[in-house]
């Protein structure tokens, strides 16, 4: 027993209790876009499984479950069932260093905003092996479109988050958030609020969120890169698009608007609170703007997004410098 | 100059964004359009405006016989071919009729053959074909169509929506006697 590190332990316990996270927001979320959805349409949205279609998203998952797990003829097998794993595994280890309160945080770590960021970028290898190994031009179109897409709007997230690296001095998001205060005023949001809408609109562009969802965009490309997945490949697919939802609203919480903190207490409900906000936030946006074209999708990151994020570095760096 | 307009174009789209927003959550706080259809059913001011399967319109003193005159302006409107009209062709006359009249022409008296009457004796309306598009309803000369409001339509037979008008009128003025209000199933424009 004593040869087990403690840290080790601490560890495992996070990791299974990430899982459970995940798969509760999962199901949590999938019926919050649902009712969503309905409510904006004027609509109750699933009604008829359980009161007020609670159930719904448990009926929902046990279809995925039960259905048949198909390979396409011809396809690559091997990467065709190795993508969706890839897809959601490093999203559970993104949940590792984000601070949930003073105490829950997986593993405090030096570079956890790194860690995030570095691991974030697998998705991206995902859905590019999901696309070529379907042996589906739609699915490489879709693949084509997440590659391009990622990887141009991981540039300005990165010069958002930079910026207030700068300004903190460091990459541990603990620290980060202990260096704001409970109150809207004193949050990072306040000193940085162009950082923080550059930030969101990229978190939108990387998660594959509508009005961004151009990989997977039915009505052009039938499903994308995921349109040859049946039963939990989708699903999985699935789940770890809602992850790195959650991933880049806790990350935008703890960089942005104070982490745990709260006015007169502090304690994880705030920071949950801040993060379902956001959620809420992200879900009536997709379904309030249509999707733009892929052109349109490139020039806001390259014309307005990344020379936006560059200023705000620079001036960021420059008054860190004075001060 | 072009520079700030495009600028400024943006920076006014991004308006346009936060205003889609209020649309949107301003319908996310309102209440509800939609019923739980088999627990409740359509009220007859919610059937506003509804486009159901077309049905003629009887004459007001006599609703069993539709207004319409045959003038064949619903069949050339209908772009998917829905409509068939027979008009009424004129009566056959018997031997004697035909001998009396011209015995009266002889006599040197003004002799009207009898014409075909303005009215349908075939009306079929194929619902499978209709796009509801109302092209009918707008060209009917004397406002002998409409739509009607049956919303609970449903048929496992394809040949049940090859529906006779002729005949849906006749059952609908025998089931208003006796005659009151427009009946619930229909919809005066």
């Not at chain 1, 509760?24 to 008829?48: S, T």
């Not at chain 2, 209709?130 to 496992?156: F, I, P, Q």
């Amino acid at each position: 027993m004593s040869q087990i590190p403690v840290e080790l332990v601490k560890l495992l316990i996070a990791l299974v209790a990430i899982a459970a996270f995940v798969g509760l927001n999962g199901l949590v979320l999938v019926y919050l876009e649902r009712k969503v959805a309905g409510h904006i349409q004027r609509r109750p949205g699933p009604f008829e499984v359980g009161p007020h279609g609670l159930l719904q998203p448990l009926a929902d998952a046990v279809k995925l479950i039960g259905k048949q797990l198909f390979t396409p003829k011809n396809a690559d097998g091997f990467l065709f069932w190795l993508a969706p794993i890839i897809s959601f595994l490093p999203a559970l280890l993104l949940f590792v260093p984000i601070p949930f309160g003073p105490v829950a945080t997986g593993m405090e770590m030096n570079l956890g905003l790194l860690l995030i960021l570095a691991f974030s970028g697998l998705n991206v290898l995902a859905l590019c092996l999901a696309g070529w190994g379907s042996n589906n031009k739609y699915g490489v179109l879709g693949a084509a479109r997440a590659v391009a897409q990622s990887v141009a709007y991981e540039i300005p997230l990165l010069l958002a988050v930079l910026a207030i690296a700068f300004q903190t001095g460091s990459l541990n998001l603990s620290e980060i958030v202990q260096g704001q205060g409970g109150w809207p005023w004193q949050w990072n949001a306040m000193v940085q609020p162009l950082a923080f809408i550059i930030y969101f609109v990229s978190a939108l562009g990387e998660t594959n969120r509508a009005p961004f969802d151009l990989p997977e965009a039915e009505s052009e490309l039938t499903a994308g890169f995921h349109t040859e997945y049946s039963g939990m490949g989708f699903g999985l697919f699935f789940l770890a698009e809602y992850a790195n939802m959650i991933v880049v609203c806790s990350v935008a919480v703890a960089l942005f608007l104070g982490g745990w903190h709260g006015p007169f207490f502090d304690g994880s409900w705030w920071f949950l609170a801040k993060v379902y906000v956001l959620l809420l936030i992200m879900i009536w946006l997709r379904w309030t703007f249509p999707r733009v074209r892929f052109d349109q999708l490139l020039n806001i990151n390259w014309k307005w997004l990344m020379p936006l994020a560059l200023l705000n570095l620079l001036i960021t760096a420059f008054v860190t410098k004075l001060s | 100059m072009t520079a700030i307009k495009k600028i400024w174009e943006n920076v006014s789209g991004l308006w346009s964004l936060i205003v889609g927003l209020r649309i949107t959550g301003k319908n996310f706080m309102d209440k509800q359009i939609t019923l739980h259809y088999p627990r409740e059913t359509v009220s007859k001011s919610q059937l506003e405006g509804f486009r159901g399967p077309l049905e003629l319109v009887g004459k007001p003193k006599d609703p069993g016989s539709p207004k319409c005159i045959a003038c064949m302006m619903c069949v050339s409107a209908c772009p998917s071919n829905c409509l068939t009209v027979v008009k009424a062709k004129a009566p056959v006359l018997t031997e004697e009729e035909l001998q009396a009249m011209k015995d009266a022409e002889a006599r040197g008296e003004k002799v009207t053959k009898p014409k075909a009457p303005k009215e349908p004796i075939k009306f079929i309306y194929d619902f499978t074909l209709c796009s509801l598009c109302g092209s009918c309803v707008e060209n009917c000369a004397v406002n002998s169509l409409r739509y009607s409001s049956n919303v609970y339509l449903a048929s496992t037979d394809r040949n049940d929506f090859k529906m006779d008008l002729l005949a849906r009128l006749a059952t609908q003025a025998q089931a208003k006697t006796p005659p009151t209000e427009p009946e619930n199933s229909t919809r005066e424009d």
